[in-house]
């Protein structure tokens, strides 16, 4: 099965650092969705991608964060510089959007991060 | 130490009952909905869809009913399997975005 892949997984790293997140959404899929969890306010979406171009960053923290796609195969979230309240875990989804309809966003198994 | 965040509503079943999720969402005006489990230490996973012009929707053992009258959409495991313990999420699209109910932690007694 398709599935889309995020790297790393885990991530500690020390306040003040830059992180970057990687995700490679399933081939053909043409939206990206960053999503961030947290036990306090569940799951948020930071940004989204169609076809490349940023559509929606109004949940990110635009001070810091900032979220790219290189190419239709790569999408990145970049946190600099990061602070203990990022910690979280950061979902990206992949899915179709277009004249097909609705399809549903299929999800990475997500980046762990800790920021001491 | 007392914990702190959201409070997620809990389901405890024996193992070959069924299950019953219940899902509120916000939006009138959504048009399609999603239930998605996650299990521990993964990502969300994709369980069944149903858009707003139908009220029922079934899959393998797990069936969707939308309300849209009182705005509630449910969803319905039948032989609840160890397997199937997880938090599970409703969503609902809202222009193109998917905004995410806080979840139900279903627990499976065997």
């Known amino acids: 099965d398709a599935r889309v892949t995020q790297t790393p997984r885990h991530k500690v790293t020390e306040m003040g650092q830059e992180v970057t997140m990687r995700c490679q959404p399933i081939?053909?899929?043409?939206?990206v969705f960053w999503y961030r969890q947290t036990m306090m306010q569940g799951l948020e979406l930071l940004a989204y991608?169609?076809?490349?171009?940023?559509?929606?960053d109004s949940g990110m923290p635009k001070d810091r964060f900032s979220a790219e796609m290189p190419d239709a195969t790569l999408a990145t979230l970049k946190i600099q510089p990061s602070e203990p309240r990022d910690s979280a875990v950061y979902f990206c989804?992949?899915?179709?959007?277009?004249?097909?309809?609705?399809?549903?966003?299929?999800f990475g198994d997500g980046t762990r991060l800790s920021i001491l | 130490g007392e914990s702190v965040g959201l409070h997620l509503p809990t389901l405890s079943v024996q193992e070959g009952d069924n299950s019953i999720i219940n899902c509120a969402y916000s939006n009138s005006a959504s048009d399609y909905f999603i239930w998605y489990k996650q299990e521990s230490g993964k990502g969300p996973q994709f369980i069944i869809d149903i858009r707003s012009n139908m009220d029922k929707r079934q899959g393998q053992r797990v069936t969707v009913l939308l309300n849209k009258t009182v705005k509630h959409l449910s969803l319905q495991i039948a032989a609840t399997q160890p397997g199937d313990s997880a938090v599970y999420f409703c969503a609902e699209n809202q222009g193109n975005k998917l905004v995410f109910g806080a979840g139900t932690i279903l627990r499976v007694k065997s």
């Open positions: 991608f169609r076809n490349r171009a940023p559509l929606d």
């Open positions: 989804a992949s899915g179709v959007q277009g004249s097909v309809g609705n399809q549903p966003q299929h």
């Open positions: 081939l053909g899929h043409n939206t």
